[in-house]
C-alpha cells in the first residue's frame, strides 16, 4: 500500500487547438508520481503547461485543449479511461482542485455555504446539517473570520484571500486524496499570500492529503513541498527534492530561475555616490488626488492620496512600493497629467506642474513620460513598431524627416532588438519585446523622468528581470530618472535609489536603499520585507507569526 | 461596489431593498424621459412636411382661402412649441385627433383593433417564449454537437428570411395542400378550440417563427456567456452534473440577459404583426396602420406609432427591472 | 502581373480558409451582386415584355421561373428586379453605417454632454420598432426611391451607431490612446488614427448586417405596396402582385421571396464564418 503511488503520469501529452485550427502540442511526454502525504510542485513560467498537466488529474482539460497521450491514475482510477459518470464521481470526492482566482470561481448568485457543501450533499456522503457543522470547523481550521457566519454572506462580500479560503475549505470537505492548488496566492496581495499560505500548509500537514502545488514562484513553492518538477513550453526540464534543488540546481534553466528570482543588487556604491550628489527634479509637496464629483471643498469623492511627499532626484529612480489601494497609480497618474490634484504642488525642474495634461506646455509633455504595465493595451494593433515609435519623434520634433528611420533604427538598438522588427506589429511580438517597445517608444521623445507603472508586474521573472537591467543601464547611459512603481519589494531593492511606501494613500515610510534593511522602519515597511519568501525551511511558521505581530503593530500605529 | 464586513448585515440588508427601488425609480424616469422624446420625434418629423395639415385634410378640396381657415381652427398658425405641447397634452388626455380620410375620431377607429392584435400578440409570446427557452437551452447545453449546429443552421435560416415567405409557405401548406387552417382569420368560428386553432393558427404560427429564432439565438448566447464563466468550470471540476451545472448554476446568472433578449425579440413581433396582418387580412391595429399610410392619414399613424412603442419601451422597462431585481450583486 | 497574380492567390486563400457555410454564403452573395450589375443583359425578355405564356404558369422550360399575373416571364422581373433590391439596400447600407460609425466616433472622443444628448435621442429611435418608423416616414415622405433610400438609413442608423459606440468606448479606454492623449494629440488624431483603425472590422460585419435587415424591411415595405412603385418593381412587389397566384399555388409567388432569401441567407451565413475566424 505504502509502495504504490497516490497519483501516477506517464507519458503526459497535450494539444490546443490554435486560432488558425492548427493543433500545436503544449505539454510533452511529462511523467511524475506522488506518493501519499507528499506535496510536489509544478513549477514554470506562462506557457509552461503547469495549470494543463494539473487539471489533467481530474481528467479535464480546458476548451480547445485535449488529452491525447499517456496514462494518467489518481487514487487508483485511470482519469482517461473512466466514463463521464465514473469522472464525476472521483472529481471533488478523491480530487479536489482549488482555482487561482477564488473571485471567479464561486457562483455570484448563491451563497458561499451553499455552494461549499453542494459537491458533498449532493452525492449523499453528508446531510446538510453535517455538512454545514463540517465545513464551519474548516473554516476554523483555516482561521477564517467569523466561522459560524461567514458562509451566509455572498461571495462579492468577501475578501479575496477569505474567498481563497474558502475555497480551500469547499475543497477540503470531502476528504479528499489529493488536492491540486492552482496558483492560489498568486493574484492576492504580498501580505496576504503568508498567512493564506500558511493556513493551506497547516491543512496539508493535519489532513494527511497529497497535493499538487502550482506556481512561478519558487521561493514559495519551497516552503510547502517536497519535491518540485521545473517544466519549461511543456517538457520536464528537472525533477527532484526541493532543498537539494534549489542549492545545487544542475539544470540551466532551474539555474535561471533562481537567478531571476534571487534578491541580487543592480545598482553599486557608484550609483549610490552620484546619486546623493543630484539635485532634484521632481518634487511634491502635500498631494491630495482622488476621484468621482467635487464637494464644495474641492475634494473628490472618493479621495485615493492623501498628502503626499515625494522627491526625484536627476538620473535616479525612485521605487514607489505599496500593495492594491495604497494609490500609487494615481500617483503616477497625478504626475503624469491624466488626474488632476485636488490639493498640493508639484514642482518639475522649479517650474509649477499644470494638473492636466491638457494645460501643460508640449515641452513639459515631452520632458515627462508614463510607461504602462500591460504592454498588450499600449501598443496600437494596428500600427506597425516602425510607426509607433516614429510618432513621439514626429510629435516633438526630435530630427528632420530623413532621419525617422535612423532615429528608430538607434531607439530599437538602444532597448536591444533587431532594426528589422520595425514592420513587424504588435501582434507578432512576445511579452518582453513589446514591454521593450514601449520602454522605446518613451525614450524616443528624449524625456528627463519616466514613469514606470508595474512595468514587469505581468511579465515572466525572467523577461522581467532582463528588462530592469535594461532600465538600470539607461539610467546609467541616459541619466534619465525613473519612477519605479511596483508592489514588489525585492525588485525595488534590486533597483531604486530611493525608496517610498504608500499605505492606504499615505506616506508611511521613505529612505534610502541601504537603510531599509538596516534602520527600524514602519510596520507596515518591515511588513513588506517579511513577506518577501526565503529559501530556507521554516520560513514561513516564523513569518506568518510575524506578520500576525506586524499587523497589531500596524492597527495600533496612528 | 458594495463589499460588507460580516458585521453590520441588517443596516445592509435596508440599504440593498433600497438602492433596489431608487434603480427602479431610476429606470422608470429614464423610460418616461425617453417616450417623451419620441413623442417629440414623431411629431416634429410630420411638421418637416412639404404642405401641412390642413393641406392634407382638405385634400382635392384645397383652395387658399380653405386652408386658410381650417389652419386657423387647427390651430397650425401657432408655433411649433405650442403646437406639440398641446398636441401632446391631448394625447395624454385621450384625444388622438380625428383622421383625415374617413373623419372619424380616431380614438373610435382603434379602439375594436387593438384587443385584437393584442390578443394575436398575447398567443404568439405564449406560444415561442417556451418553444425558445427550450431550443436555446438545448443549444447551449449541446454546445458545438450536431443538435446544436442544426439549431443554429436552423434559428438563422429563419431570421434571415422575410416574414412574408414564411407566411406564403405556411399558407400554401397547411391551407392550399392540406386545409388544416383558413386562410382568412375573421368570420372562422371561435366557439371551440379546434375553431379558435383553425382560425389563429396560421398567423401566430407565422409570427412565432421568426420570434422564436430570434429568442433561441439570443438565449443561447446569453447562456454560452455564463457557461464559459470560471464558476461554470468549478463546478465541473467538483465533479457536479451538466443539467444541474446549467440549472442551478448558469441559469441564475443569465436571467437578467434572457429576459433582455426576450424583450428584444418581441420587438420582432411588433415588426411581423404587420406584415402577417396584412397577409391574413387580419382586423388588427397593424393593419390599420398600414391602411392609414397608404391614405397618409396622419393622426391614425401617429396614434399607432406612439402607441406600439410605448407598448416596446414598456417591455424594454419590465426587463431591465427583472435585470435589476435578480442582480446578485445587489443583495 | 505579379500583383494580380499575388491577388488571386490571397483571394484563394481567403476562400479556402472560410468554413463550409461561408463559401456557400459567400458564393450566393457574389452571385447576386453580379446579377444586380448585369442583369439587364442576363434577361431572356424585357421587364413588361408581354409573352405567349399561361397567366401566373408553372415553372417550364421556356419560363424557368413561371410567369407572373399579367403573363410575363418572372424569371427576367426577377433580374430586373435584383438591382432595385440590392442596389438601394446597399446604397442605404452604406449610409447608415457610415453615419453610425462617425457619429459614434465623434460621440466617444468629445464626450460629455454631446456624448449623452447622442445616446439619448437615437436610444429613442430605437424605441420605434424599425418597420414601425418606416411607415410613419413614408406616410409623411412617400415612396419616391430617395425618400426610401433615406428612410432605410435613418431607421438603421442607431444601430450602428450603438454598436460602434460600443467598440470606440472599449477601445477609448485602451493605453495606447492615453499614450496619445499624453502626448497631447488631439481628438482628430485619436479617433482616425487610434480607434478606427482597430473598429474596421466589427463594423464591416455590422455593415453586412445592416443590408440584410435592410433588404428585408424595403422589400417588406415594397410587399404592403409603400415601398418601391410601379412601374419599377423589386422583389417585394413582384411578390405583392403575384399575390393571387397564392391559392393556386403558383410558384410567381414564391420565387421572388425565394431570391430575398437566398441573398439573405447567403450574406448572414458569409458575416457568420468571418466573425466564427476571429475567435
Given at each position: 500500500?505504502?509502495?504504490?503511488?497516490?497519483?501516477?503520469?506517464?507519458?503526459?501529452?497535450?494539444?490546443?487547438?490554435?486560432?488558425?485550427?492548427?493543433?500545436?502540442?503544449?505539454?510533452?511526454?511529462?511523467?511524475?508520481?506522488?506518493?501519499?502525504?507528499?506535496?510536489?510542485?509544478?513549477?514554470?513560467?506562462?506557457?509552461?503547461?503547469?495549470?494543463?498537466?494539473?487539471?489533467?488529474?481530474?481528467?479535464?482539460?480546458?476548451?480547445?485543449?485535449?488529452?491525447?497521450?499517456?496514462?494518467?491514475?489518481?487514487?487508483?482510477?485511470?482519469?482517461?479511461?473512466?466514463?463521464?459518470?465514473?469522472?464525476?464521481?472521483?472529481?471533488?470526492?478523491?480530487?479536489?482542485?482549488?482555482?487561482?482566482?477564488?473571485?471567479?470561481?464561486?457562483?455570484?448568485?448563491?451563497?458561499?455555504?451553499?455552494?461549499?457543501?453542494?459537491?458533498?450533499?449532493?452525492?449523499?456522503?453528508?446531510?446538510?446539517?453535517?455538512?454545514?457543522?463540517?465545513?464551519?470547523?474548516?473554516?476554523?481550521?483555516?482561521?477564517?473570520?467569523?466561522?459560524?457566519?461567514?458562509?451566509?454572506?455572498?461571495?462579492?462580500?468577501?475578501?479575496?484571500?477569505?474567498?481563497?479560503?474558502?475555497?480551500?475549505?469547499?475543497?477540503?470537505?470531502?476528504?479528499?486524496?489529493?488536492?491540486?492548488?492552482?496558483?492560489?496566492?498568486?493574484?492576492?496581495d504580498v501580505t496576504?499570500q503568508i498567512?493564506?499560505?500558511?493556513?493551506?500548509?497547516?491543512?496539508?500537514?493535519?489532513?494527511?492529503?497529497?497535493?499538487?502545488?502550482?506556481?512561478?514562484?519558487?521561493a514559495?513553492?519551497?516552503?510547502?513541498?517536497?519535491?518540485?518538477?521545473?517544466?519549461?513550453?511543456?517538457?520536464?526540464?528537472?525533477?527532484?527534492?526541493?532543498?537539494?534543488?534549489?542549492?545545487?540546481?544542475?539544470?540551466?534553466?532551474?539555474?535561471?530561475?533562481?537567478a531571476a528570482a534571487a534578491p541580487v543588487s543592480r545598482l553599486t556604491d557608484e550609483d549610490a555616490a552620484f546619486a546623493a550628489a543630484q539635485p532634484p527634479l521632481l518634487e511634491i509637496k502635500g498631494l491630495?488626488?482622488?476621484?468621482?464629483?467635487?464637494?464644495?471643498?474641492?475634494?473628490?469623492?472618493?479621495?485615493?492620496l492623501n498628502d503626499i511627499d515625494l522627491q526625484v532626484r536627476r538620473g535616479t529612480t525612485v521605487g514607489v512600493i505599496g500593495e492594491s489601494g495604497s494609490g500609487k497609480s494615481?500617483l503616477a497618474?497625478?504626475v503624469?497629467?491624466?488626474?488632476?490634484?485636488?490639493?498640493g504642488?508639484i514642482l518639475?525642474?522649479?517650474?509649477?506642474?499644470?494638473?492636466?495634461?491638457?494645460?501643460?506646455?508640449?515641452?513639459?509633455?515631452?520632458?515627462?513620460?508614463?510607461?504602462?504595465?500591460?504592454?498588450?493595451?499600449?501598443?496600437?494593433?494596428?500600427?506597425?513598431?516602425?510607426?509607433?515609435?516614429?510618432?513621439?519623434?514626429?510629435?516633438?520634433?526630435?530630427?528632420?524627416?530623413?532621419?525617422?528611420?535612423?532615429?528608430?533604427?538607434?531607439?530599437?538598438?538602444?532597448?536591444?532588438?533587431?532594426?528589422?522588427?520595425?514592420?513587424?506589429?504588435?501582434?507578432?511580438?512576445?511579452?518582453?519585446?513589446?514591454?521593450?517597445?514601449?520602454?522605446?517608444?518613451?525614450?524616443?521623445?528624449?524625456?528627463?523622468l519616466i514613469i514606470c507603472d508595474e512595468v514587469t508586474s505581468?511579465?515572466?521573472?525572467?523577461?522581467g528581470a532582463?528588462i530592469l537591467d535594461?532600465l538600470v543601464e539607461l539610467r546609467r547611459?541616459?541619466q534619465v530618472s525613473y519612477i519605479f512603481i511596483s508592489h514588489d519589494i525585492s525588485t525595488v531593492r534590486t533597483t531604486c535609489d530611493d525608496i517610498t511606501v504608500l499605505y492606504k494613500g499615505r506616506k508611511v515610510d521613505a529612505c534610502e536603499r541601504g537603510a531599509l534593511l538596516t534602520a527600524p522602519r514602519h510596520p507596515y515597511t518591515d511588513m513588506l520585507v517579511d513577506s518577501v519568501p526565503e529559501l530556507r525551511?521554516?520560513w514561513?511558521?516564523e513569518a506568518?507569526g510575524r506578520m500576525r505581530q506586524r499587523r497589531e503593530q500596524l492597527a495600533a500605529t496612528p | 461596489?458594495?463589499?460588507?464586513?460580516?458585521?453590520?448585515?441588517?443596516?445592509?440588508?435596508?440599504?440593498?431593498?433600497?438602492?433596489?427601488?431608487?434603480?427602479?425609480?431610476?429606470?422608470?424616469?429614464?423610460?418616461?424621459?425617453?417616450?417623451?422624446?419620441?413623442?417629440?420625434?414623431?411629431?416634429?418629423?410630420?411638421?418637416?412636411?412639404?404642405?401641412?395639415?390642413?393641406?392634407?385634410?382638405?385634400?382635392?378640396?384645397?383652395?387658399?382661402?380653405?386652408?386658410?381657415?381650417?389652419?386657423?381652427?387647427?390651430?397650425?398658425?401657432?408655433?411649433?412649441?405650442?403646437?406639440?405641447?398641446?398636441?401632446?397634452?391631448?394625447?395624454?388626455?385621450?384625444?388622438?385627433?380625428?383622421?383625415?380620410?374617413?373623419?372619424?375620431?380616431?380614438?373610435?377607429?382603434?379602439?375594436?383593433?387593438?384587443?385584437?392584435?393584442?390578443?394575436?400578440?398575447?398567443?404568439?409570446?405564449?406560444?415561442?417564449?417556451?418553444?425558445?427557452?427550450?431550443?436555446?437551452?438545448?443549444?447551449?447545453?449541446?454546445?458545438?454537437?450536431?443538435?446544436?449546429?442544426?439549431?443554429?443552421?436552423?434559428?438563422?435560416?429563419?431570421?434571415?428570411?422575410?416574414?412574408?415567405?414564411?407566411?406564403?409557405?405556411?399558407?400554401?401548406?397547411?391551407?392550399?395542400?392540406?386545409?388544416?387552417?383558413?386562410?382568412?382569420?375573421?368570420?372562422?368560428?371561435?366557439?371551440?378550440?379546434?375553431?379558435?386553432?383553425?382560425?389563429?393558427?396560421?398567423?401566430?404560427?407565422?409570427?412565432?417563427?421568426?420570434?422564436?429564432?430570434?429568442?433561441?439565438?439570443?438565449?443561447?448566447?446569453?447562456?454560452?456567456?455564463?457557461?464559459?464563466?470560471?464558476?461554470?468550470?468549478?463546478?465541473?471540476?467538483?465533479?457536479?452534473?451538466?443539467?444541474?451545472?446549467?440549472?442551478?448554476?448558469?441559469?441564475?446568472?443569465?436571467?437578467?440577459?434572457?429576459?433582455?433578449?426576450?424583450?428584444?425579440?418581441?420587438?420582432?413581433?411588433?415588426?411581423?404583426?404587420?406584415?402577417?396582418?396584412?397577409?391574413?387580412?387580419?382586423?388588427?391595429?397593424?393593419?390599420?396602420?398600414?391602411?392609414?399610410?397608404?391614405?397618409?392619414?396622419?393622426?391614425?399613424?401617429?396614434?399607432?406609432?406612439?402607441?406600439?412603442?410605448?407598448?416596446?419601451?414598456?417591455?424594454?422597462?419590465?426587463?431591465?427591472?427583472?435585470?435589476?431585481?435578480?442582480?446578485?450583486?445587489?443583495? | 502581373?505579379?500583383?494580380?497574380?499575388?491577388?488571386?492567390?490571397?483571394?484563394?486563400?481567403?476562400?479556402?480558409?472560410?468554413?463550409?457555410?461561408?463559401?456557400?454564403?459567400?458564393?450566393?452573395?457574389?452571385?447576386?451582386?453580379?446579377?444586380?450589375?448585369?442583369?439587364?443583359?442576363?434577361?431572356?425578355?424585357?421587364?413588361?415584355?408581354?409573352?405567349?405564356?399561361?397567366?401566373?404558369?408553372?415553372?417550364?422550360?421556356?419560363?424557368?421561373?413561371?410567369?407572373?399575373?399579367?403573363?410575363?416571364?418572372?424569371?427576367?422581373?426577377?433580374?430586373?428586379?435584383?438591382?432595385?433590391?440590392?442596389?438601394?439596400?446597399?446604397?442605404?447600407?452604406?449610409?447608415?453605417?457610415?453615419?453610425?460609425?462617425?457619429?459614434?466616433?465623434?460621440?466617444?472622443?468629445?464626450?460629455?454632454?454631446?456624448?449623452?444628448?447622442?445616446?439619448?435621442?437615437?436610444?429613442?429611435?430605437?424605441?420605434?420598432?424599425?418597420?414601425?418608423?418606416?411607415?410613419?416616414?413614408?406616410?409623411?415622405?412617400?415612396?419616391?426611391?430617395?425618400?426610401?433610400?433615406?428612410?432605410?438609413?435613418?431607421?438603421?442608423?442607431?444601430?450602428?451607431?450603438?454598436?460602434?459606440?460600443?467598440?470606440?468606448?472599449?477601445?477609448?479606454?485602451?493605453?495606447?490612446?492615453?499614450?496619445?492623449?499624453?502626448?497631447?494629440?488631439?481628438?482628430?488624431?485619436?479617433?482616425?488614427?487610434?480607434?478606427?483603425?482597430?473598429?474596421?472590422?466589427?463594423?464591416?460585419?455590422?455593415?453586412?448586417?445592416?443590408?440584410?435587415?435592410?433588404?428585408?424591411?424595403?422589400?417588406?415595405?415594397?410587399?404592403?405596396?409603400?415601398?418601391?412603385?410601379?412601374?419599377?418593381?423589386?422583389?417585394?412587389?413582384?411578390?405583392?402582385?403575384?399575390?393571387?397566384?397564392?391559392?393556386?399555388?403558383?410558384?410567381?409567388?414564391?420565387?421572388?421571396?425565394?431570391?430575398?432569401?437566398?441573398?439573405?441567407?447567403?450574406?448572414?451565413?458569409?458575416?457568420?464564418?468571418?466573425?466564427?475566424?476571429?475567435?
Amino acid at each position: 500500500m505504502a509502495d504504490t503511488p497516490l497519483v501516477d503520469v506517464a507519458g503526459l501529452r497535450v494539444v490546443a487547438a490554435g486560432a488558425d485550427g492548427k493543433e500545436c502540442v503544449i505539454v510533452k511526454d511529462v511523467s511524475f508520481s506522488i506518493r501519499h502525504g507528499e506535496v510536489l510542485a509544478l513549477i514554470g513560467e506562462s506557457g509552461s503547461g503547469k495549470t494543463t498537466i494539473a487539471l489533467s488529474l481530474l481528467g479535464y482539460a480546458k476548451r480547445g485543449c485535449r488529452i491525447t497521450g499517456g496514462q494518467v491514475t489518481v487514487a487508483g482510477v485511470d482519469v482517461r479511461a473512466a466514463s463521464a459518470k465514473a469522472l464525476n464521481e472521483v472529481r471533488g470526492a478523491r480530487v479536489a482542485y482549488v482555482a487561482q482566482s477564488a473571485s471567479a470561481s464561486f457562483n455570484p448568485a448563491l451563497r458561499i455555504m451553499d455552494q461549499v457543501i453542494e459537491s458533498v450533499c449532493v452525492r449523499g456522503s453528508l446531510s446538510a446539517r453535517q455538512a454545514r457543522a463540517k465545513a464551519i470547523s474548516l473554516f476554523e481550521a483555516l482561521a477564517l473570520p467569523s466561522p459560524a457566519t461567514i458562509g451566509d454572506r455572498y461571495p462579492h462580500q468577501v475578501s479575496g484571500g477569505q474567498l481563497q479560503r474558502l475555497m480551500a475549505a469547499m475543497a477540503l470537505m470531502s476528504d479528499p486524496q489529493v488536492v491540486v492548488f492552482d496558483e492560489p496566492t498568486t493574484a492576492l496581495d504580498v501580505t496576504t499570500q503568508i498567512e493564506v499560505l500558511n493556513a493551506f500548509k497547516q491543512a496539508i500537514k493535519t489532513l494527511q492529503i497529497s497535493a499538487v502545488y502550482v506556481s512561478h514562484d519558487l521561493a514559495v513553492v519551497s516552503q510547502v513541498a517536497d519535491r518540485v518538477m521545473v517544466l519549461r513550453h511543456g517538457e520536464v526540464q528537472e525533477q527532484g527534492a526541493v532543498l537539494p534543488m534549489i542549492e545545487t540546481p544542475s539544470h540551466d534553466y532551474t539555474k535561471s530561475l533562481m537567478a531571476a528570482a534571487a534578491p541580487v543588487s543592480r545598482l553599486t556604491d557608484e550609483d549610490a555616490a552620484f546619486a546623493a550628489a543630484q539635485p532634484p527634479l521632481l518634487e511634491i509637496k502635500g498631494l491630495t488626488a482622488g476621484y468621482g464629483k467635487l464637494d464644495a471643498a474641492g475634494m473628490p469623492a472618493f479621495t485615493i492620496l492623501n498628502d503626499i511627499d515625494l522627491q526625484v532626484r536627476r538620473g535616479t529612480t525612485v521605487g514607489v512600493i505599496g500593495e492594491s489601494g495604497s494609490g500609487k497609480s494615481t500617483l503616477a497618474y497625478v504626475v503624469a497629467g491624466l488626474l488632476a490634484p485636488a490639493k498640493g504642488q508639484i514642482l518639475f525642474d522649479g517650474v509649477p506642474l499644470q494638473g492636466r495634461v491638457a494645460q501643460r506646455d508640449a515641452q513639459v509633455r515631452r520632458r515627462i513620460q508614463l510607461v504602462f504595465q500591460n504592454a498588450d493595451k499600449v501598443l496600437n494593433p494596428s500600427h506597425t513598431v516602425g510607426e509607433i515609435l516614429a510618432r513621439p519623434l514626429k510629435l516633438f520634433n526630435r530630427c528632420s524627416h530623413d532621419q525617422l528611420d535612423a532615429r528608430v533604427a538607434r531607439m530599437l538598438d538602444m532597448v536591444k532588438l533587431p532594426a528589422s522588427l520595425a514592420r513587424s506589429r504588435p501582434g507578432d511580438l512576445s511579452g518582453g519585446q513589446k514591454q521593450r517597445v514601449n520602454l522605446a517608444r518613451a525614450l524616443g521623445a528624449e524625456p528627463e523622468l519616466i514613469i514606470c507603472d508595474e512595468v514587469t508586474s505581468a511579465l515572466d521573472t525572467v523577461v522581467g528581470a532582463a528588462i530592469l537591467d535594461l532600465l538600470v543601464e539607461l539610467r546609467r547611459e541616459l541619466q534619465v530618472s525613473y519612477i519605479f512603481i511596483s508592489h514588489d519589494i525585492s525588485t525595488v531593492r534590486t533597483t531604486c535609489d530611493d525608496i517610498t511606501v504608500l499605505y492606504k494613500g499615505r506616506k508611511v515610510d521613505a529612505c534610502e536603499r541601504g537603510a531599509l534593511l538596516t534602520a527600524p522602519r514602519h510596520p507596515y515597511t518591515d511588513m513588506l520585507v517579511d513577506s518577501v519568501p526565503e529559501l530556507r525551511p521554516g520560513w514561513l511558521e516564523e513569518a506568518s507569526g510575524r506578520m500576525r505581530q506586524r499587523r497589531e503593530q500596524l492597527a495600533a500605529t496612528p | 461596489m458594495f463589499k460588507g464586513t460580516i458585521d453590520g448585515i441588517a443596516n445592509q440588508q435596508v440599504d440593498m431593498n433600497g438602492l433596489i427601488l431608487r434603480m427602479i425609480f431610476q429606470r422608470v424616469g429614464v423610460g418616461l424621459l425617453t417616450l417623451f422624446i419620441v413623442c417629440a420625434l414623431v411629431f416634429f418629423m410630420s411638421s418637416l412636411l412639404p404642405g401641412d395639415a390642413a393641406q392634407m385634410a382638405l385634400g382635392q378640396a384645397a383652395t387658399p382661402e380653405t386652408v386658410a381657415a381650417l389652419r386657423l381652427q387647427l390651430g397650425l398658425d401657432q408655433p411649433a412649441i405650442l403646437r406639440f405641447f398641446s398636441w401632446l397634452w391631448n394625447f395624454m388626455t385621450g384625444n388622438f385627433g380625428v383622421s383625415y380620410a374617413s373623419g372619424l375620431p380616431v380614438a373610435d377607429i382603434v379602439a375594436p383593433r387593438i384587443p385584437n392584435s393584442l390578443m394575436l400578440a398575447a398567443a404568439a409570446t405564449a406560444v415561442s417564449v417556451p418553444i425558445a427557452l427550450i431550443l436555446g437551452i438545448v443549444a447551449a447545453m449541446h454546445r458545438g454537437s450536431r443538435l446544436d449546429r442544426t439549431i443554429g443552421v436552423g434559428t438563422m435560416s429563419v431570421v434571415a428570411v422575410p416574414e412574408f415567405l414564411v407566411a406564403t409557405l405556411a399558407v400554401l401548406i397547411f391551407a392550399v395542400k392540406l386545409r388544416w387552417m383558413s386562410a382568412l382569420s375573421l368570420g372562422g368560428d371561435m366557439s371551440s378550440i379546434s375553431g379558435f386553432f383553425k382560425a389563429y393558427g396560421l398567423p401566430v404560427l407565422t409570427l412565432c417563427c421568426v420570434v422564436v429564432a430570434q429568442m433561441a439565438r439570443m438565449t443561447r448566447a446569453a447562456l454560452i456567456n455564463q457557461l464559459d464563466s470560471a464558476y461554470v468550470e468549478m463546478g465541473v471540476l467538483k465533479g457536479l452534473k451538466p443539467t444541474r451545472i446549467v440549472l442551478r448554476h448558469a441559469l441564475p446568472n443569465a436571467i437578467g440577459p434572457i429576459v433582455n433578449a426576450m424583450a428584444l425579440s418581441l420587438s420582432y413581433l411588433l415588426g411581423g404583426v404587420i406584415i402577417v396582418e396584412t397577409i391574413f387580412s387580419y382586423p388588427g391595429l397593424a393593419s390599420t396602420l398600414v391602411d392609414a399610410v397608404s391614405n397618409r392619414d396622419l393622426p391614425v399613424v401617429q396614434f399607432c406609432v406612439l402607441f406600439f412603442s410605448a407598448c416596446y419601451l414598456l417591455l424594454l422597462l419590465i426587463a431591465d427591472i427583472f435585470t435589476i431585481v435578480f442582480n446578485p450583486k445587489l443583495r | 502581373m505579379m500583383t494580380s497574380f499575388r491577388f488571386t492567390g490571397s483571394c484563394a486563400r481567403f476562400f479556402m480558409s472560410l468554413s463550409v457555410a461561408g463559401r456557400i454564403g459567400l458564393m450566393m452573395s457574389v452571385f447576386w451582386i453580379v446579377i444586380a450589375v448585369f442583369g439587364p443583359w442576363l434577361a431572356p425578355y424585357g421587364a413588361t415584355e408581354f409573352t405567349d405564356g399561361p397567366i401566373l404558369g408553372p415553372l417550364s422550360a421556356a419560363y424557368p421561373m413561371g410567369t407572373d399575373f399579367l403573363g410575363r416571364d418572372l424569371l427576367s422581373r426577377v433580374l430586373l428586379g435584383a438591382r432595385f433590391s440590392i442596389g438601394l439596400a446597399l446604397v442605404a447600407a452604406l449610409m447608415a453605417s457610415t453615419m453610425g460609425t462617425l457619429l459614434a466616433l465623434l460621440s466617444t472622443v468629445v464626450g460629455g454632454w454631446l456624448d449623452e444628448g447622442l445616446s439619448r435621442v437615437m436610444d429613442s429611435i430605437l424605441i420605434l420598432p424599425s418597420k414601425i418608423l418606416a411607415l410613419l416616414m413614408v406616410a409623411i415622405y412617400g415612396s419616391s426611391l430617395p425618400v426610401l433610400v433615406l428612410t432605410a438609413a435613418v431607421t438603421y442608423t442607431p444601430g450602428a451607431f450603438r454598436i460602434a459606440r460600443s467598440q470606440a468606448l472599449g477601445l477609448n479606454e485602451m493605453e495606447y490612446v492615453m499614450v496619445s492623449r499624453l502626448n497631447g494629440e488631439g481628438n482628430l488624431y485619436v479617433a482616425v488614427r487610434d480607434i478606427l483603425p482597430n473598429m474596421i472590422h466589427p463594423m464591416m460585419a455590422d455593415f453586412g448586417l445592416r443590408f440584410v435587415y435592410i433588404v428585408l424591411m424595403l422589400s417588406g415595405l415594397s410587399f404592403l405596396g409603400l415601398g418601391v412603385q410601379p412601374p419599377n418593381a423589386d422583389w417585394g412587389s413582384l411578390v405583392r402582385e403575384n399575390l393571387s397566384g397564392l391559392s393556386v399555388g403558383a410558384p410567381a409567388v414564391l420565387m421572388p421571396a425565394v431570391a430575398i432569401a437566398t441573398l439573405t441567407i447567403g450574406v448572414t451565413l458569409f458575416i457568420d464564418s468571418l466573425a466564427a475566424r476571429k475567435r
